[in-house]
């Protein structure tokens, strides 16, 4: 207030700024892990190491092989609104998960963020942040590629602290933030280790070859992450209509579940939970399923980038389709045709 009591407008630093844009960002520890694994991607890694102690509450450290960050960019990795992924011009035209670049400076505003990196024809370095302004780079030692590691998430913001789950509820949902990706890219290996005192879990999803063609690999990943049960149940999708491509696995009627559990939807290679899609899986089975059974299936939806807006929500995983009903059409016609035709099973490839 003034002196006479009126409000006054100021404008707030970088590190609250951050920290409400984190609010938005890191819901939990799970939105870390899916925040840095996605720069890994994005980075060109072929190999992503995930370890986590106490639910990631305490440590989440996400280790790749790709491309690096230069020394004179670490600082910029830092910063709000700096990207290496778009220049602006056309916010439709994204081939990559992150494209805000808002999920360091985040994280560094709520937790203990180092990034050592070395990017090629570099040295390595490191720069650390905490709540505040980052530290100047320092030399580091790392052969390649990046090592983030969080520590104390939300140890600058007390009251979401208060709303993190159990430590088994937090590692679950980190599980299944890895699963979602490594079903999206059946190429890149995975191993996710808990490192808590008294922790022993690590699952390991191992690089597909890339000598096979895109169903096998898709499918050897499915059944690593669903189970060699789902993938003997389920069909193979391939169908197509105006521009957008339906592929992935659905499984057939008789191995429903009695919840929604076991649906995995994907957007141009990002996972999604979009109620336009489920509603469509949900039709597409109508008549196979009872109302109290589920489908399961892992299906991906591709498109030319400018058919569908991804900038909808912060955390991504809500889309926009430019036109909604070919997006639910293909889905309902691609399923109907490829569950119709599941008796015989020579002929699954459907074309919508
Ligand atoms: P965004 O992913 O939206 O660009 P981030 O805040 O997640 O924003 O990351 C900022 C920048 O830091 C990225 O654009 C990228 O250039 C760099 N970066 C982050 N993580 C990695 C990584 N694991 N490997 C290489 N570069 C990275
Ligand atoms: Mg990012």
């Given amino acids: 207030e003034d002196a006479l009591g009126r409000p006054v407008i100021r404008q707030l630093d970088d590190a609250a700024i951050n920290r409400i844009a984190a609010g938005e960002v890191v819901e ?22 995930v370890a986590y102690a106490d639910g990631g509450k305490t440590l989440i450290r996400v280790t790749d092989d790709g491309c690096g960050i230069a020394p004179d960019d670490l600082p910029l990795a830092l910063s709000r609104h700096a990207t290496s992924k778009i220049d602006g011009s056309d916010l439709l035209d994204i081939h990559t998960f992150g494209f805000r670049g808002e ?60 709303f993190m789950r159990t430590d088994r509820a937090e590692a679950q ?34 690089a597909d070859p890339e000598t096979g063609d895109m169903f096998d690999a898709l499918a050897g990943r499915l059944g690593s992450i669903l189970g060699r049960e789902f993938t003997e149940n389920a069909i193979p999708i391939d ?46 089975y109508f008549d196979f399923l009872s109302r109290d059974r589920h ?27 430019r036109d909604p009903g070919i997006a639910r059409g293909l889905i309902v016609s691609g399923l109907r045709h490829a569950l119709a035709n599941a008796g015989h099973r020579a002929s699954t490839t459907v074309a919508g």
């Fill in 28 to 49: 939990r520890p799970a939105s870390a892990v899916k925040e840095l694994v996605e720069n890994a991607l994005d980075a060109g890694a072929t190999r992503i190491e």
């Fill in 103 to 162: 999920a360091l400076p985040s994280l560094g505003s709520v937790g203990r963020l180092t990034i050592t990196s070395r990017a090629d024809g570099f040295d390595a370095a490191t720069i650390r942040v905490a709540g505040g302004a980052p530290t100047p780079v320092k030399p580091a030692a790392l052969s390649g590629g990046t090592v983030v590691e969080l520590r104390d998430l939300f140890f600058a913001t007390p009251a979401r602290l208060k």
């Fill in 173 to 206: 949902a980190i599980t299944d933030v890895i699963k979602r990706l490594a079903m999206a890219e059946p190429h890149v290996g995975f191993t996710l280790r808990d490192v808590s005192g008294g922790g022993e879990g690590r699952v390991t999803f191992r």
């Fill in 239 to 284: 169908a197509e209509r105006d521009g957008l491509r339906l592929t992935g696995y659905a499984a057939l009627p008789t191995y429903s579940r009695g919840a929604a559990v076991a649906q995995f939807l994907f957007v141009n290679g990002r996972p999604v939970k979009d109620k336009l899609l489920t509603g469509a899986l949900r039709a597409a």
């Fill in 295 to 321: 489908p399961a299936a892992a299906l991906f939806v591709t498109c030319d980038p400018h058919l569908v807006d991804v900038n909808v929500h912060p955390a991504k995983s809500e889309v926009r389709f």
